[in-house]
């Protein structure tokens, strides 16, 4: 038998859950990012899926916790460790980016209409300034991170994949 074969037969697979969080997840940031690029048009639609983001983040945590992971693959400590700091920034980033725009909308006085079942309504007394900082940060600091950190995620699942060969994707579909 092959060693990819042997792998293959020892991975241990997240659960449904987990993975069904993961890869909606991820369908929920591209597609708030391709809707924020197509102007203001689809802001409020950008919003909503952004919120839902959140949400959709939060009860992914609760799962992490509530539920067991598969065991870690052999590695050296020193790629246990990145990966692992790479999960929490991911995880600050994915929470991060909804609540900046959030606040940004919320401070701005703009309310947040998440698919017309229920809305959030906007501060009654508008702060630009605070709204203004909060987007620089939605836009600037929690984009760029969570792009980078999204980068180096798909990076070194192809890594595991291609290079190490130790079929670490198969835990994720």
């Known amino acids: 038998m092959t060693q990819l074969a042997t792998n293959a037969m020892q991975i241990q697979k997240y659960n449904l859950a987990a993975r069904l969080f993961h890869w ?8 708030a990012w391709f809707l924020v690029e197509q102007g203001e048009d689809f802001i409020g639609l950008h919003k ?3 919120f839902s983001f959140l949400i959709w983040t939060l009860l992914r945590l609760i799962n992490r ?4 992971a598969p065991a ?3 590695m050296p400590a020193w790629q246990t460790a990145i990966s692992h700091l790479t999960h929490l920034a991911l995880y600050v ?3 991060g980016m909804p609540v900046t725009g959030f606040l940004s909308a919320y401070f701005g006085g703009y309310g947040v209409d998440v698919f ?3 809305q959030i309504a906007g501060a009654a007394e508008a702060n630009r ?3 203004r900082t909060l987007m620089g940060v939605h836009r600037g600091l929690m984009w760029n991170a969570l792009l980078a950190l999204v ?7 192809l890594y595991h994949q291609f290079v190490k060969k130790d079929n670490l994707l198969a835990r994720m579909r």
């Open 24 to 31: 909606v997840g991820a369908l929920l940031i591209v597609t």
């Open 48 to 50: 909503a899926v952004g």
């Open 65 to 68: 916790v509530v539920s067991k």
């Open 72 to 74: 870690a693959l052999p």
């Open 93 to 95: 980033a994915m929470i």
């Open 116 to 118: 017309g079942i229920f």
């Open 129 to 131: 300034d605070l709204a």
């Open 151 to 157: 980068v180096l995620h798909i990076g070194a699942a």
